[in-house]
């Protein structure tokens, strides 16, 4: 027997009569996409360590002028993949 106590729909979005929260559902492309960019934040992350690492450890010219644009690209990259995160809700 219903006695009308089953959530209701709303759209994309499911109210949660216990609590009074919104839960958003997102599709399995939606959770691969998101994964995608948590791994590819990832990278940058570990990209950026090493590029450090190298640049530390040179004493070519050439080389340490080379580490700083990839250090500089990696940090730019870095920061427009964060705001993506923030902005899906991934991180804080």
């Known amino acids: 027997m219903?006695?009308?106590?089953?959530?209701?729909r709303l759209g994309f979005f499911q109210k949660n009569q216990a609590n009074n929260h919104k839960v958003?559902?997102?599709?399995?492309a939606e959770m691969l996409e998101d994964?995608?960019?948590?791994?590819?934040l990832d990278q940058i992350k570990d990209?950026?360590?090493l590029a450090h690492q190298n640049f530390d450890e040179t004493t070519n010219e050439t080389l340490i002028d080379v580490y700083i644009y990839e250090i500089k690209s990696l940090h730019m990259k870095f920061k427009y993949y964060h705001?993506?995160?923030k902005e899906r809700g991934l991180i804080r």
Do not use: F, V, Y
């Not at 219903?2 to 209701?8: D, E, S, V």
């Not at 958003?24 to 399995?28: F, L, N, V």
């Open 35 to 40: 994964l995608r960019i948590l791994k590819t």
């Open 83 to 85: 705001e993506i995160c």
């Open 2 to 8: 219903n006695l009308g106590l089953a959530p209701r």
């Open 24 to 28: 958003h559902s997102i599709s399995q």
């Open 47 to 49: 990209d950026l360590s």
